[in-house]
């Protein structure tokens, strides 16, 4: 292969390795301004369910329930209390999910945390959304909405059982009960293929007439 013809390879592979990192990057941007404009949208509805959610529970209370606002009665401090994770949640996940821009060109560098994944970020929505369920429902239906609250612990208790727990000890003992039967069927085939092999050692007729 003569110098002319190595070049030329070096530049189509060149030209090829070039041309696959611009459409893996421009792959990634992308997605990147997709989950952005998707995270800039949940955290504005997470803004706006705050907003509202305060001010539907206030206004009912104002309406229907004006004793539960005072100082002195356990609901007013049940309802202070649902503020902190409501609050602090929506402030976690507006953190993490905000997108981060050059602030001289406005390019995006990070699209942030995708707030859509499931896992920890889904338990935090659904915290909130229960929180802001029992805060608009305890005003309009009474202070037993208050109950529902519980789901949270329930679930997490379900969650850690599920997970944890029950896989750890439960799994074990169910691998061991199933292997022990399969070691039982494997146990007299092989004894049978051990006699069979000495019998075909020692030229017993029987054996090649199986064995054909």
């Known amino acids: 292969m003569g110098v002319s013809a190595q070049r030329s390879l070096r530049i189509r592979?060149?030209?090829g390795f070039r041309s696959l990192l611009s459409t893996?990057?421009?792959?990634?941007n992308a997605s990147a301004k997709r989950t952005a404009q998707q995270n800039a949208e949940a955290i504005k509805n997470l803004r706006l369910g705050l907003l509202v959610s305060g001010a539907l529970s206030i206004i009912l209370r104002l309406l229907f329930r004006r004793g539960s606002l005072s100082p002195t009665q356990l609901s007013f401090w049940i309802y202070l209390f649902s503020l902190v994770p409501s609050v602090f949640l929506s402030r976690y996940l507006e953190r993490i999910g905000s997108p981060r821009r050059d602030p001289t060109t406005g390019t995006l560098i990070s699209a942030g945390?995708?707030?859509?994944?499931?896992?920890i970020i889904e338990w935090c929505f659904d915290v909130i959304y229960i929180t802001w369920a029992c805060q608009v429902g305890s005003g309009a239906f009474g202070q037993w909405v208050w109950w529902l609250y519980l789901i949270i612990p329930l679930y997490a208790i379900f969650k850690l059982w599920s997970s944890v727990i029950s896989p750890m000890f439960f799994g074990r003992s169910a691998k061991s009960s199933t292997a022990e039967p399969e070691a039982e069927t494997k146990e007299p085939t092989s004894k049978r293929q051990e006699k069979l092999r000495k019998r075909s050692e020692r030229g017993d007729p029987r054996v090649r007439v199986q064995t054909r």
């Open 13 to 15: 592979a060149t030209r």
């Open 24 to 28: 893996t990057s421009a792959m990634a």
């Open 113 to 119: 945390e995708d707030l859509s994944r499931p896992g």
